[in-house]
């Protein structure tokens, strides 16, 4: 994570959410200059906020020094719209899985970012070819999948779009690899290779409550002990967010037409009461707000 990347390649990150705000925290770790860009000045404090926590946690972690972290919060800076992108030598997206979104992200990056610069979505499950339909040239698209929490999951998914030749492949590996990432290579369909597996497993711990074969903390456990995960379905879809599980069990139902992904009606009612995980302060499990958290 401390390799540094030369200073002619500056990383802009559109969208300061959770995933955002890591992905850049990531890129600032690793030597590169980053600008985190959001619609609102409220929206990139709280990124930026986001992002200094998580290197604050990762050297409570023992992961890297207090120097590096201060070297790298450093290198973020905060930007209001996508003007910033005229400066970018890599633009990664994380906007909300919303496929009207992000195609008029791409667009406008299509107009502000230079004709050389790399175009990469962190969606988790719509495909590239989706996304950058309409573009003028659509083989600067890919996919670069990253995982929460950014700092450290150490694993990176890309995709190639319909149209993307091997050297934008190949530069958008070794970018993820100077992150300190392992990259896996999948095709472009709904879900990917995570996303789909996640969400069955997810989906069918929940489908298993419902019926009253056990209970969540048994579920849990079983997934735990069983099979050796870190976490059980429902801690993950907790910190993941039940409203993006259900979003994406939405796209991976729609596009494979498989009744596998077809949410549960408990997600579907957690997301309903507003119960959407660590981030609302309740989901499956209930969790206390910390004190002096920034929102």
């Known amino acids: 994570m401390s ?39 409220e929206l990139v ?31 973020i800076a905060g930007a209001v719209g996508l003007a910033a992108a005229a400066d970018a030598d890599v633009v990664i997206e994380a906007a909300p899985e919303e496929l009207g979104l992000k195609r008029g992200v791409f667009a406008e ?7 050389t610069a790399l175009l990469a979505s962190n969606t988790s499950s719509l495909p590239i070819g989706e996304i950058g339909r309409g573009l003028g040239r659509p083989e600067r698209l890919v996919g670069l999948h990253f995982f929460n929490p950014v700092l450290q999951m150490p694993l990176v998914e890309l995709i190639a779009g319909p149209a993307s030749p091997p050297e934008s492949l190949e530069r958008a590996a070794r970018f993820a690899e100077r992150l300190g990432k392992t990259v896996v290579r999948s095709a ?6 995570t996303s789909r597996a996640l969400a069955v497993l997810v989906n069918e711990a929940a ?37 993006t599980a259900v979003a994406i069990l939405d796209i991976l139902h729609a ?35 910390r004190a002096g958290k920034a929102p």
Do not use: C, N
């Open 3 to 41: 390799a540094a990347g030369p200073p002619s390649e500056r990383v802009l990150v559109v969208g300061a959410g959770l995933m955002g705000s890591g992905i850049a925290a990531q890129a600032a770790l690793a030597g590169f200059p980053v600008t985190l860009e959001d619609l609102t000045a």
């Open 45 to 75: 404090e709280r990124g930026l906020g986001r992002a200094r926590r998580a290197l604050d946690h990762a050297v409570t972690r023992g992961e890297v020094t207090s120097a590096s972290r201060d070297a790298a919060a450093g290198r």
């Open 109 to 115: 990056l299509e107009r502000q970012a230079p004709p």
């Open 188 to 193: 472009d369909t709904p879900g990917f290779v």
């Open 207 to 243: 489908r298993m409550l419902e019926s009253g074969v056990a209970d969540r903390d048994d579920i849990d456990a079983a997934y735990r002990l069983g099979f050796r995960h870190p976490m059980g379905p429902f801690e993950l879809v907790d910190l993941v967010g039940i409203d």
């Open 255 to 289: 596009g494979l037409h498989d009744e596998r992904y077809r949410a549960a009606e408990v997600l579907r009612r957690k997301v309903a009461e507003g119960k959407l995980g660590r981030k609302s302060g309740e989901g499956f499990y209930p969790y206390p707000p």
